[in-house]
Each structure stands twice: as structure tokens, then as C-alpha cells.
């Protein structure tokens, strides 16, 4: 039978992919009808590669047992979020022997893990006073305003909890929500690009052989990766803040007050 067979359970307790009462071959109709898919989404998932072809004898194409596996696995695949793309050259990465299914499970799993341990939170309106820390008027509509909580009726959503927290931390400091909200917008729109970048280099070293374990990588660059980001940030504004001194600007910011207040 053509294609390699895989055996194997994405989740605990899940049910074997192999049902010792099934029929050796399936027609496509059978197969389709076993796997709980139309007969197009069979012939889909042939052409792109994902579904090894069938037997052919005379003018009709049969299918085996590997057939439904592969399509059961597909299926699972597809719950993990992965495009039909993506399974189709994992598969074809398996069946070549070039990874196993249990190597990449370790490697998904560590991409899927939380760095930043920041999830989204909704809350009452006394609970999102209590995260702000703090009760000054006008703060609930500088947060929805400035995006960092969005209120539907007397819920509000938070979507980073730790970045509402940093921007209070900056307000307390005399930063108003406008300038930490920019600050903050910035900051990711530069980060982005960099963290990419990395993503590019690491992918493009792990194909090159360079790197042979992508799931060890991944578990320690986390801590050493944000450890990286504080020190190579901590230095680029060291640097902008001694060459703001050298320039003199730094005279033209003391005793400033703000427009529209007397001294």
C-alpha cells in the first residue's frame, strides 16, 4: 500500500486511528464515508499532496486502511491550526524519515508555549480599577480610547493585562496614556520586525542542519531570549540617552512645564 502508515494519538485517551473490524479497501465514497468527509475533500487533499494516491486496478482506485489513518491524522492536524500546506510537506517530512511526528509534537508544543504570560482578561469595572491601580477621573475613557481595554455594556476586555500595568506604571511617573500608548506602539512595531528576523535565521539554520534539535532550542531560548532583549534594550537607550547629554539637548528638557499651566 503506498505511503507510509503513521500510528498514533495527538491527544491522551484519544481512540485508535485503526479499527480492526474495517474493511481492507475502500472505494472513495467508503473511504470518505469512514472518515467522516465529503468525497471532494478526499480528492482535495490528494491534489495537494497531503493524501497519498490510491491503488489503481483496472478503472477503479481503492484505498486502505493508511488511507483513513492518514485522513484521521489530517483531521487532527487541522485542529492544531496547521494549513493543508503545512500538513502536506509535515507528512511528506515523515514519510521521508526526516522527522518523526513525536519530534515535531515536542517542537509545536514548545512554539505554542506562553513567553510573554500575558493573557487576555474581562473584568468588571471595580476589578479593572483595581488592576490600574488606581480611581482618577476620566481614566476609563483615556484606557477604551487609547485601546488598552475595550467595554461591552459592563464587561471590560483587557487584552494585555501587563501592558495596561506598565502604562499605569508610566502615568504614575508623569507619562500621560497618549505617549505610553504611542511609546508602546512603536516599541512593538520595531520588535516585530526584529523578533522575524530571528524566527527567519533559526528556521533557515534548523534546514540547514545547523541546529539539530528545534524543540531543545526553543525551551532555552525563552529565558535567554527575554534575558537578551532587557540587556540589548537596556544598552541601545543607554546609548541614545549619552548621546542626548553629549548633544546638550538634555538642558532644553529640565524645569519644561506642561502647555496650558502656569508656573
Known sequence: MPGARLSIELQPGSPPMTEPSSPSEYTIDELASAAHVPSRTVRFY???GALMPPEIRGRLAYY????LERLRLIAQLQDRGLRIDAIRDLLTSIDRGEV???EWLGV???VQASWANDRPRTVSEEDLYALAGG???GLLADLIRNRLVERTGDVYLVRSPALLGLAMKLEASGVDLDTATEASARLNKHMKRAVEDLVSLFVKRAKQ???EDMGKLLESLRPTGLEAVRVIFGRAMERSLRQLVESGKVTELGGRKKKGRSG
Do not use: K, N, Y
Open 46 to 48: 490528494q491534489a495537494r
Open 64 to 67: 486502505g486502511a493508511a488511507h
Open 108 to 110: 509545536e508544543e514548545q
Open 100 to 102: 518523526t511526528l513525536a
Open 135 to 137: 480611581r482618577r477621573p
Open 209 to 211: 542542519g545547523e541546529i
